[in-house]
């Protein structure tokens, strides 16, 4: 894994009850819900990438490009995800600060 404090951190929100994954629930949320941050895997297919960058730019929701598919859906419990949201403002900030330097998203 490529930053333990990172993957740690989004366990917590898995357990806290505060982030949803999978496209599907990413993207009703942000149409829906208060979503402080997405995450999106590094192999996440180009045409994924591109429909979310866009729907966070829209909604005005901060993103990164972070790990990959497996490496995230290990940190939450699951297989393998491609794309995670936050839906708590506490572990955004703790997430864009362990991602910090490593950051490859907007803003």
Same mark, same amino acid.
């Given at each position: 894994m490529k930053n333990n404090r990172f993957h740690s951190i989004l366990g917590l929100a898995r357990k806290a009850g505060k982030l949803v994954s999978g496209s599907y629930s990413v993207e009703k949320y942000l149409k829906t819900r208060k979503v402080f941050l997405v995450i999106m895997a590094e192999d996440l297919s180009r045409r994924s990438a591109e429909k979310f960058v866009? =729907?966070?730019?829209? +909604?005005?929701?901060?993103?990164?490009?972070? @790990?990959? +598919?497996? &490496?995230?859906? +290990? @940190? *939450? /419990?699951? %297989? $393998?995800? /491609? *794309?995670? $949201? *936050?839906? &708590? %403002? /506490?572990?955004?900030? =703790?997430l864009q600060e362990a991602a910090r330097g490593e950051n490859h998203g907007g803003e």
């Amino acid at each position: 894994m490529k930053n333990n404090r990172f993957h740690s951190i989004l366990g917590l929100a898995r357990k806290a009850g505060k982030l949803v994954s999978g496209s599907y629930s990413v993207e009703k949320y942000l149409k829906t819900r208060k979503v402080f941050l997405v995450i999106m895997a590094e192999d996440l297919s180009r045409r994924s990438a591109e429909k979310f960058v866009n =729907l966070c730019e829209a +909604k005005r929701v901060p993103y990164l490009v972070y @790990s990959n +598919k497996q &490496d995230l859906g +290990k @940190s *939450i /419990g699951r %297989e $393998a995800v /491609g *794309i995670i $949201a *936050i839906t &708590d %403002e /506490g572990f955004m900030k =703790l997430l864009q600060e362990a991602a910090r330097g490593e950051n490859h998203g907007g803003e």
